[in-house]
Every structure is written in structure tokens, then in C-alpha cells.
């Protein structure tokens, strides 16, 4: 049951995040190849720090490649003209649809991170499993951005890692209250609630001016 239930998770996150890098990596004029590796270390990249962090190596993408395929699909389907013309042809819908597919994979990635942690660590502490879900969560994200010659989001993006933070303090807080499954479902909707209402309302944290 729980490792179904993750295994579902990743599927999801992995999913969104590629699509998240394809689209970006489109917005930069890139090839297909480098459509396909950014949708790569965009979604699996928070999963490979996450091992290294708490020491799960080889890391699972490389374990298990159905992920690192996947990524690669689904970034050469958004790749395909008719579907890149479909996501580009409107300015805000393309921003809103990639918020929505960062936000959802940055909401799932984070509560994976907890579930993994809480697994290959016995005497993890709230801090061990904030941090393996946040890294794991942004990793992803600030791999692609990099890659793309942007300023990682988690810098300057609506409080991007603070959501990713406080969804994992309410996955971490639910998940010997009321159970794992409800606590990741809530964490990862914390998540993505937060990064939404942020750019709606235009949450920013102080910055140097």
C-alpha cells in the first residue's frame, strides 16, 4: 500500500516536473535534445539529491530508469509542434500552465522526500526530513533553471522554497498523528495551494533592492 501509493506520487511528479522543463527549455529556443535533457534533470534531478543526501546510492533513477525514461517522453511529446504550438500559442496560458505543473511537482516531490527519508533513515529528526523534502522538492527546479540560464526560482519566485518548506512541516507533523497517506496528500496540497495563492497575490519575500 505505501509503496504504491509513493511509486503513484512519483509518477505524477515526474510528469509535471518534465513537462515544467520541456516548457522552459521551448521558451529558450532549444533543440529537442536539449528539450529532452532539461524535462530529464527536471524531473528526476531532486530525486538524485536526495539520495546523495542521505546516502541511497546508486540513486534510484539510475536503479530503477522507468522514471529517467518517462521524463524523456513526456518532454518530446510537449516537443511535438502540434502540442508546443498548443502550450505557446497564449502568453498567460503557458505561464499559468507552467505554474501549475512546477507547483504540482514541486507539492509531490517534497512529500516524497519525506517518505524516503522516513525509510532510509530510522532515527531521522524533523529537521533530516524537512531538508530531504525540500531538497528534494526544489532540486529539480533549480537544476532546470540553471541549466536555462535563469535565476533558480527558489531565489526569487514567490516564496518558492518557503512553500516547499511548509508543506513538509505538515507532512512531517501529520505523519505519526494521522498517517502517512493523509500526510502527504496534505503537504504536497499545502504546497501547491501556497505557490498558486503566491503568484495570484504576488507574495514576495524582502530582497535586496
Not at 524535462?39 to 531532486?46: E, I, K, P, S, Y
Not at 510537449?78 to 507547483?103: A, G, W
Not at 517518505?115 to 522538492?137: E, I, M, N, Q, S
Amino acid at each position: 500500500m505505501i509503496s504504491t501509493v509513493i511509486f503513484i506520487f512519483e509518477i505524477i511528479g515526474t510528469i509535471a516536473f518534465s513537462i515544467s522543463g520541456a516548457i522552459v527549455a521551448i521558451e529558450k529556443k532549444m533543440d529537442i535534445l536539449g528539450v529532452m535533457i532539461l524535462g530529464l534533470t527536471t524531473g528526476v534531478g531532486g530525486g538524485v539529491l536526495r539520495d546523495i543526501v542521505i546516502g541511497n546510492t546508486p540513486a534510484q533513477a539510475f536503479v530503477n530508469p522507468v522514471y529517467s525514461v518517462l521524463s524523456i517522453i513526456v518532454a518530446f511529446i510537449i516537443f511535438l509542434p502540434p502540442v508546443r504550438e498548443k502550450v505557446m500559442e497564449n502568453n498567460k496560458y503557458f505561464q499559468n500552465f507552467l505554474l501549475l505543473m512546477d507547483s504540482i511537482g514541486l507539492g509531490i516531490f517534497t512529500v516524497v522526500g519525506i517518505a524516503t527519508a522516513y525509510a532510509a533513515v530510522p532515527d531521522h529528526g524533523l529537521f533530516l526530513l524537512v531538508f530531504v523534502g525540500t531538497v528534494t522538492g526544489v532540486g529539480g527546479g533549480a537544476m532546470r533553471d540553471i541549466m536555462a540560464g535563469n535565476t533558480p526560482y527558489i531565489f526569487v519566485k514567490h516564496f518558492y522554497a518557503c512553500a516547499s518548506i511548509i508543506g513538509a512541516l505538515v507532512c512531517s507533523f501529520m505523519w505519526d498523528s494521522v498517517g502517512m497517506v493523509p500526510g502527504m496528500f496534505t503537504g504536497a496540497g499545502v504546497v501547491v495551494v501556497l505557490r498558486i495563492l503566491a503568484a495570484t497575490f504576488r507574495w514576495e519575500l524582502p530582497r535586496a533592492e
